[in-house]
């Protein structure tokens, strides 16, 4: 399976002197048949130089360094050997990581007392073994332009795990001077003559996966927010985990077709939109609107798809369920091309260089909000949302399929609000209280509007009314599930918000 891994800020500590090198490197990927192309395109016309990489990759025998969102190889290259422990997560968007390096002469790991892991590598250096191994053939060359100086190194890899292994094509652009902005217009040059996604795993990460069953969906990851975190930067780390498990679901689908991957890059899509909708009032710009509809554009191409996954998978055998299976296959048609289409590539790419460096992250106009403290924030989106929620469910068993909808959407954001922020307080017992009455109510609300998609799916395809469709509908017990949804309501307003 190919993955890609994107935009990173590493923070090198030298094995001699403090962290003072910070290096910006945008990482994509490419086909491995393309880099042929760009290796002979004008844009490197000054070369290329090659060297080749060996990597082998340490841990206990239970990962506690990986766990720990760490990762230690001994790297060889033109006979010089080097230690590197990293730490950090690996995610869509600029981020900073720590990087420790320490020249060795052997094949095994040493004591280094300046990494995150000193007591592992001091007393346990022992339980560390080899996992897996990452081969790579290096082509790299600087090119000068406009007010920026770049590197640009073409990693031709593989992933080594006993018997298995996967092969990357990576493309490294790291800024060595210059604006960062340099860096967007590079890989949009390079897009013409080499199509590139951005990437979101690291090399490390794509060896661990081939340790495990080849997994046919990459669910959320918990965002890493600090209570210290200005508002840009808690956006910006949101922003991106909801990227990563888009690029990754994405990956798989590219691959082959898999529900559950639809599935979630649908929902990832959704908590981005979430995610913007949350800080409106600092995403300022028009850029912010245009890449929305963006965003909510590929949402419903991937929407379509699912609706008749999920109707197809409830049929049974007769005329619906050929009806159905034939729009099913034309949906999951329309998902392909749209996946590899230029424009969902640029379109993670825009977003990527928004996130990171939108003109919203210097707007005057909101350099007060901006520095608003990260939990005062919180909690008074928090108790907005949460008040939407009330306010719109009122008298739900009366409501109408539309204002019903409205609700459960009002629910749907903030459950992903509750999901982006609640590690910011320490009230676990009541987050979780909370957390469960909320997914009560958007599941009975979620069976609601799965009843009326279905209405209007199969109303599209010329279907509605027949007897075969109404005993398909009759499925849902949309009485029972107003009833629970009203109960689920109520419920979830009689616990104490955690935020408080």
């Not at 332009?145 to 890899?157: H, M």
């Amino acid at each position: 399976m190919t993955f890609w891994r994107q935009t990173l800020t590493l923070i090198r500590i030298r094995a001699d002197r403090a962290p003072v090198a910070k290096e910006i490197e945008l990482k994509l990927e490419i086909a491995p048949e393309s880099a042929a192309s760009l290796l002979a395109s004008d844009l490197l016309a000054t070369g290329c130089r090659e060297i080749a990489l060996h990597a082998t990759y340490f841990d206990t025998a239970k990962h506690e360094l990986h766990r720990q969102g760490h990762s230690l190889r001994i790297r060889s290259s033109g006979g010089k050997t080097v230690q590197t422990v990293k730490a950090g997560d690996v995610a869509a968007g600029l981020f900073s990581r720590g990087e420790w390096e320490l020249p060795v002469t052997g094949k095994r790991p040493m004591p280094d007392g300046r990494t995150p892991v000193s007591d592992l590598l001091a007393k346990r250096i022992d339980e560390l073994v080899p996992l897996f191994e990452v081969p790579n053939v290096r082509n790299s060359c600087r090119l000068n332009g406009g007010n920026a100086e770049i590197e640009v190194a073409i990693d031709r890899a593989e992933a080594v795990a006993g018997d298995r292994v996967t092969r990357f094509c990576e493309l490294e652009l790291e800024l060595l001077s210059g604006d960062t902005a340099a860096l967007f217009a590079l890989a949009r040059k390079i897009d013409a003559v080499a199509p590139v996604r951005i990437s979101v795993q690291s090399k490390a990460e794509r060896g661990y996966q081939l340790l495990g069953p080849l997994p046919n969906c990459i669910k959320a990851e918990q965002a890493t927010l600090d209570p210290c975190m200005d508002l840009p930067a808690a956006f910006a780390a949101i922003a991106n985990s909801c990227l990563k498990q888009y690029r990754m679901n994405e990956a798989i689908l590219l691959e082959r077709y898999v529900p559950e991957a639809v599935h979630q890059a649908r929902i990832g899509l959704r908590r981005l939109r979430s995610a913007m909708t949350l800080f409106k009032d600092v995403l300022t710009g028009p850029e912010a609107a245009t890449l929305k509809d963006r965003v909510s554009d590929l949402a419903r191409c991937l929407g379509e798809a699912r609706d008749f996954d999920v109707l197809a998978a409830g049929a049974e055998p007769g005329p619906l369920l050929e009806r159905l299976s034939h729009s099913r296959d034309g949906a999951h048609s329309a998902v392909q091309r749209r996946l590899k289409a230029k424009g969902t590539r640029l379109l993670l790419l825009d977003l990527s260089e928004w996130i990171a460096d939108g003109d919203w992250r210097r707007d005057p106009a909101t350099q007060t909000l901006r520095e608003t403290p990260l939990c005062e924030f919180a909690a008074n989106a928090l108790d907005r949302l949460r008040r939407k929620t009330a306010k719109h469910g009122k008298h739900l068993a009366s409501l109408n399929p539309e204002a019903r909808h409205r609700v459960r959407k009002d629910a749907k954001k903030l459950r992903y609000a509750v999901e982006f922020l609640a590690p910011l307080f320490g009230e676990k017992r009541r987050r979780k209280k909370f957390s469960q009455a909320l997914q009560s109510l958007q599941d009975d609300l979620g069976g609601l509007n799965d009843h009326a998609s279905a209405q209007e799916r199969l109303a599209s395809l010329g279907l509605a009314g027949t007897a075969e469709v109404e005993t398909f509908l009759a499925r849902w017990n949309t009485d029972g599930l107003l009833e629970k949804a009203a109960k689920a309501r109520h419920a979830l307003l009689d616990v104490k918000p955690f935020w408080h």
